[in-house]
């Protein structure tokens, strides 16, 4: 199969396509023929070798950890799942070597859900990171509830927008700073937009008169500075870009009863990925590029 692998930690230079073996299936695995892989910020910190004191690598590696596609094989172990069926996964491993950048890769059960029917694939791929991400900073941590005012630093993103429609759906007045490009994007999904930059704060007090209770920040560069000024006493905040002594740092766990609950939210018209562009595999590095240059608002994904 074809895969995009690097030798070695560096920039996106170090990723080629590469020829690899099929990947073995245990019994209670699939075989999965990718149709879209999503790219997340992490393939890029990690290709760089800055988790390489805290996770074990396996030369050559194949990055990422999203993808959709269709069973090829199903183990023993996994009579739920017959060739043919449409499934997306998070295939987080312990250690560096076996990603989702390729043409097939092997899942466990435990990773894998059914394809959102209504979503495309590349729409697919890029749920299962940015969702859980977005499900676990508003939902369990933020603990967003009707009638609240939310801040989302980033909304027009990838863990951005999800984290701004379900705070929406939560029944919270929801707030996104963006580009003024993504505004029209925003006002579509319910959020009130305001613009990056000089004046933030009050263009966000402009219209959050009496303060926001919770902040997500999915923006860094410095975003969560702007808490205190616009939060009401109490004000809860999490980030998923910045490290913050006042802030909850929110890092996705895999939890496939989340996954299964997104997907419904998706194939019910209450959440929808925003894809910002699609790659060839072959063209990994330009996209994982353009991922680290913040030229595309939305999930960017490479597809076989």
Known sequence: MKAIVYRSFGGPEVLELADLPTPKTQQDSVLVRVRAAGLNPADNVIRAGALADSMDTFFPVVPGWDFAGV?????????????????????REPVLHHGTYAELVAAPVTAVTRKPANASWAEAAGLPLAGLT?????????RVTSGETVLVHGASGGVGSLAAQLAVRSGATVIGTAGLSNHDYLRSVGVTPVAYGDGLIER?????????????????????????????????????????????TVFA????????????????????IRVAATYPLRQAAEAQRALAAGRHSGKIVLVP
């Open 134 to 142: 977005a499900y676990q900073a508003v939902v369990e941590h933020l």
């Open 71 to 91: 069973v090829e094989r199903a183990g023993a172990g996994a009579p739920e799942w017959t060739p043919g069926d449409e499934v997306i996964g998070y295939l």
């Open 253 to 272: 766990r895999h939890d496939l009863p989340t996954l299964k609950e997104l997907v419904q939210l998706v194939e019910a018209g209450d959440l929808t």
């Open 204 to 248: 966000v007090r402009d219209v959050a008169t009496g303060g926001v209770d919770a902040v997500l920040d999915a923006a860094g560069h410095g975003a969560l500075a702007s808490t205190a000024a616009v939060g009401r006493p109490g004000v809860r905040a999490v980030s998923i870009a910045d490290a913050s002594p006042d802030a909850t």
